[in-house]
């Protein structure tokens, strides 16, 4: 029974040359529905990334900063002062950070550059401090 079923089945196929036209079409509408369900999702995924990448870049700058403070007595006057490994009177125990990075762009959030303002690092975009569209 299944071997006829199978004899029947490749009869079929070898007469066949391609795919129809509605065979086609139903690929294309699957694709099409599955494209519709995942860009979406896909495209969420990369703006909860970029909050969180600027939420732990806050955190790490943060922390060079009360690193900075502990070893120094003081507050950095910017965060490029982090970088530096000068010893002396000023900045021991540096570098407290590599590199100062910068913050993500996407969507609403428009920042340009991280600041430090008495010992607090925040994410500007211009000259207004931003906050809530930047970080999780």
């Not at 002062?81 to 993500?104: D, Y």
């Amino acid at each position: 029974m299944i071997k006829k079923l199978l004899n029947t089945k490749m009869k079929f196929t070898k007469n066949q040359k391609g795919l129809t036209l509605i065979e086609l079409l139903v690929v294309i509408v699957i694709l099409g529905i599955i494209a519709a369900i995942a860009i979406p999702a896909v495209m969420n995924n990369r703006v909860d990334a970029a909050k969180n990448t600027n939420t732990q870049n806050l955190s790490i700058l943060q922390d060079a900063v009360n690193r900075y403070n502990f070893m120094n007595g003081e507050n950095p006057t910017d965060l490029t002062t982090l970088k530096s490994a000068e010893s002396g009177e000023t900045n021991k125990g540096g570098p407290f950070i590599a590199e100062v990075p910068k913050p993500e762009k996407f969507g609403d959030c428009k920042a340009t550059d991280f600041s430090l303002s008495g010992g607090k690092v925040t994410i500007v975009e211009g000259e207004s401090v931003v906050t809530t569209a930047c970080t999780k």
